[in-house]
């Protein structure tokens, strides 16, 4: 299995030798303003540059979007995936979003999962920021709250689970313990509202996936240094590490891919 990190919560999963395309945003740096009422509003965003030339990034056999928010899903994105492609999405409603823009082959997953190429992907429940705080907002930007992650599991490969945009509670916690997966890719830059209220994971929630994983599984750390609203940067994350030793945190760079084998060794 392979995990390549391309900018934010894109990321190219080769698995089974299948390759998804996780949340594509494709757009150029800084073509778009910051997020109405979130903290650096003022700044745009993508703050940095694709690794990649698009072409590259969507030649892959299906894509998974995790929820039709502007830092996971773009015109971009749009206008250069074939519109034949395999796409999953978490509901009815981005399914109908993506139809309206052309696309042809969508599949809604489910919580029971969905077969795809011998791989079974489970969807599974995210809390994008406090929903009582956050969701409300959402709607005055019209955009929807819920999001999704994926557990992907076959028998030649490690349990991968793709946690989405959450923040820690405790649908992740029993998705973690029924799954057990030795593989976690976690949002977690910190994304925040002007009120403080965070919208992703920050250093306090991945503490609790450490506290809550064998130390043989390892974290990924995606969704960083992008998008404009950000509140923990790849530094600060890397001196969490260095500080506390932490030999299973990976957090890998724009454009670097990760290999693991059979027995979740990096290879």
Same mark, same amino acid.
């Given at each position: #299995?392979?995990?390549?990190?391309?900018? @934010?919560?894109?990321?190219?999963? =080769?698995?089974?030798?299948?390759?998804?395309?996780? +949340?594509?945003?494709?757009?150029?740096?800084?073509?778009?303003?910051? *997020?109405?009422?979130?903290?650096?509003?003022?700044?745009?965003?993508?703050?940095?540059?694709?690794?990649?030339?698009?072409?590259?990034?969507?030649?892959?056999?299906?894509?998974?979007?995790?929820? /039709?928010?502007? +830092?996971?899903?773009?015109?971009?994105?749009? =206008?250069? !995936? %074939?519109?034949?492609?395999? $796409? *999953?999405?978490?509901?009815?409603?981005?399914?109908?979003?993506?139809?309206?823009?052309?696309?042809?082959?969508?599949? &809604?997953?489910?919580?029971?999962?969905?077969? *795809?190429?011998?791989?079974?992907?489970?969807?599974?429940?995210?809390?994008?920021?406090?929903?009582? /705080?956050?969701?409300?907002?959402?709607?005055?930007?019209? #955009?929807?709250?819920?999001?999704?992650?994926?557990?992907?599991?076959?028998?030649?490969?490690?349990?991968?689970?793709?946690?989405?945009?959450?923040?820690? =509670?405790?649908? &992740?916690?029993?998705?973690?313990?029924?799954?057990?997966?030795?593989?976690?890719? $976690?949002?977690?830059?910190?994304?925040? !509202?002007?009120?403080?209220?965070?919208?992703?994971? @920050? !250093? %306090?929630? $991945?503490?609790?996936?450490?506290?809550?994983?064998? @130390?043989?599984?390892?974290?990924?750390?995606?969704?960083?240094?992008?998008?404009?609203?950000?509140?923990?940067?790849?530094?600060?994350?890397?001196?969490?590490?260095?500080?506390?030793? &932490?030999?299973?945190?990976?957090?890998?760079? @724009?454009?670097?891919?990760?290999?693991?084998?059979?027995?979740?060794? /990096?290879?």
């Amino acid at each position: #299995m392979q995990i390549t990190q391309i900018r @934010n919560a894109t990321i190219i999963v =080769n698995y089974n030798n299948t390759k998804f395309l996780i +949340d594509p945003w494709l757009g150029p740096k800084e073509y778009m303003p910051g *997020f109405e009422g979130a903290v650096n509003f003022q700044d745009r965003q993508p703050r940095i540059d694709l690794p990649f030339d698009i072409k590259d990034i969507i030649n892959v056999d299906a894509v998974i979007i995790t929820h /039709i928010h502007p +830092d996971h899903w773009d015109i971009y994105a749009s =206008n250069a !995936i %074939d519109k034949k492609i395999k $796409i *999953f999405v978490q509901s009815q409603e981005d399914k109908n979003y993506l139809t309206k823009s052309g696309f042809l082959n969508i599949e &809604i997953l489910t919580f029971e999962g969905v077969e *795809f190429n011998n791989i079974r992907l489970y969807k599974t429940p995210c809390e994008h920021g406090k929903r009582e /705080i956050i969701e409300p907002v959402c709607k005055k930007l019209g #955009m929807p709250y819920d999001a999704m992650g994926i557990i992907f599991k076959n028998a030649n490969e490690p349990t991968l689970y793709i946690a989405g945009d959450t923040i820690w =509670n405790n649908d &992740i916690k029993n998705t973690i313990q029924n799954f057990t997966p030795e593989i976690i890719v $976690i949002n977690a830059c910190g994304a925040s !509202i002007l009120s403080g209220e965070k919208l992703i994971m @920050n !250093i %306090d929630d $991945i503490s609790e996936v450490l506290k809550n994983t064998p @130390n043989t599984t390892k974290i990924i750390a995606s969704h960083m240094d992008a998008v404009s609203h950000l509140t923990v940067k790849r530094k600060d994350i890397q001196e969490f590490i260095n500080n506390n030793k &932490i030999e299973n945190l990976l957090l890998p760079e @724009n454009g670097e891919t990760l290999t693991f084998d059979t027995r979740n060794q /990096i290879k």
